[in-house]
């Protein structure tokens, strides 16, 4: 399979770093073009007044996707793979797989945190919903002990 669209997803935690530096050794050896995203995550915050406080809350989370994209360029430019960034606004696995649609991505490469049992109950897990909802292929990274 020749990729030349790869989805980056991020959230710029540790897993997603190492989910990065996959995507772009594959990108290296096949030309692809890499795109990341962040995804302000707008769900927890739908009951916020839209005043001033949502503003303030929408920069920090604005600043942190822009700080966690900053490393996708970095490690792009490190190894000279040409990339596009692009910061969304919503629900993240809703998001991820629109944004994966709309590019015709070939692959998407994100982290997991492999939590199991009673966390991954409560929380859920956003990779296993893109995997489940995605029409491409899903290279998950799983993070390191």
Known sequence: MQYKKILVPTDGSDVS???IEHAV???KTTGAEIFGVYVLDTTPYTEIPADGLWSNLKEILEE???NALHLVAKAARK???AFKNQVLEGNP????????DKINADLIVMGTTGKTGFDRLLLGSVAERVLKHTKCPVLLVKQKE
């Open 79 to 81: 190894y000279d793979v």
């Open 17 to 19: 770093l190492e989910a």
């Open 64 to 66: 942190e996707g822009d």
């Open 25 to 27: 050794a594959i990108a």
């Open 93 to 100: 696995e809703k998001e991820i797989v629109e944004f994966a």
